[in-house]
């Protein structure tokens, strides 16, 4: 496991923080959509590889693993700091 899949995790959760932080009318902090995307998104690629190993096509579901571990952060975040806080998802 290279640094270069890190890195692509990363870019992972950067590009879908930016997309929840312009796109999502609840969430106040463009900036911290992205730090939450990035957190999860790299939390969600190493625990996979930790849990699978390491090989190509392991690195490969990797990527999906930690696109869909973003998400499911950012959902939260939005939920957590929605402008009207009502509580609502």
Do not use: H, Q, Y
Not at 6 to 25: C, E, K, S, T, Y
Not at 72 to 84: P, V, Y
């Amino acid at each position: 496991m290279g640094a270069s899949l890190w890195i692509v995790w990363a870019v992972i959760g950067i590009i879908g923080g930016f997309m929840v932080g312009r796109l999502v009318p609840g969430v106040r902090s463009v900036f911290l959509s992205v730090c939450v995307g990035i957190a999860g998104a790299v939390l969600g690629g190493w625990l996979f590889v930790l849990l699978c190993g390491v090989s190509e096509r392991m690195e490969s579901l990797s990527l999906a693993v930690s696109a869909v571990v973003c998400a499911i952060f950012l959902w939260a975040f939005s939920c957590i700091t929605g402008k009207d806080n009502t509580g609502e998802c």
